[in-house]
T-cell receptor, first 116, second 115 residues
Framework: GAVVSQHPSRVICKSGTSVKIECRSL??????MFWYRQFPKQSLMLMAT?????????EQGVEKDKFLINHASLTLSTLTVTSAHPEDSSFYIC????????????FGEGSWLTVV | AQSVAQPEDQVNVAEGNPLTVKCTYS??????LFWYVQYPNRGLQFLLK??????LVKGSYGFEAEFNKSQTSFHLKKPSALVSDSALYFC?????????????FGTGTRLLVSP
């Protein structure tokens, strides 16, 4: 299957600061990437759909000014959590769509964000 | 709107026995169905998918799933469970016929395989 790399795997930041998480498709080009958030022992919640070269589409209830998503190239999407607060602490998972594989979506390993 | 139901929070099975993890779906058009597995503190790994064709789909690690349109189900199965199969399993659906690109997940089922 296709490989999606996510970095960093774990990050701790102070309340009020911003943190960036990178998502890369390593062996394919991804015109569409997705960002999910997962709370402990819960399912994945789609935050936004990111299309290369255009603005991300956010799900209802997700603050676009707080969770900035950039998809500047066909292999890289970034999620920036701005002015982070402890309640933003969570597991963030990115994924990328491989058109050549029947639009299968492949996931990164996830990033643990802890805001202190 | 599309949705997925995984009625069991946890499935317990002894090693060597067959396992089934249930999934039912609801879409307005034709479904694209997926199974993913998640190990602790890790991302999701793709197991298998159904888009069209044979109703029985074979995937990674010996898993398979059967698409049943009349029952709107896509249950995950494996003939002989391994302890290493213990993980969290997610069923997901996309409804591309309506241009709905989102992948919607079920709540997940924890599989526990005992030695």
């Amino acid at each position: 299957g296709a490989v999606v790399s996510q970095h960093p795997s774990r990050v701790i930041c102070k309340s009020g600061t911003s943190v960036k998480i990178e998502c890369r498709s390593l062996d394919f080009q991804a015109t569409t990437m997705f960002w999910y958030r997962q709370f402990p022992k819960q399912s994945l919640m789609l935050m936004a759909t990111s299309n290369e070269g255009s603005k991300a589409t956010y799900e209802q209830g997700v603050e676009k000014d707080k969770f900035l998503i950039n998809h500047a190239s066909l292999t890289l999407s970034t999620l920036t959590v701005t002015s982070a607060h402890p309640e933003d602490s969570s597991f963030y998972i990115c994924s990328a769509q491989l058109w050549e594989d029947g639009n299968t979506i492949y996931f990164g390993e996830g990033s643990w964000l802890t805001v202190v | 709107a599309q949705s997925v139901a995984q009625p069991e929070d946890q499935v317990n099975v002894a090693e060597g026995n067959p396992l089934t993890v249930k999934c039912t779906y609801s879409v307005s058009g034709n479904p694209y169905l997926f199974w993913y597995v998640q190990y602790p503190n890790r991302g999701l790994q793709f197991l298998l998918k159904y888009i069209t064709g044979d109703n029985l789909v074979k995937g990674s690690y010996g898993f398979e799933a059967e698409f049943n349109k009349s029952q709107t189900s896509f249950h995950l199965k494996k003939p002989s469970a391994l302890v290493s199969d213990s993980a969290l399993y997610f069923c997901a659906v996309r409804d591309l016929n309506t241009g709905f690109q989102k992948l919607v997940f079920g709540t997940g089922t924890r599989l526990l395989v005992s030695p």
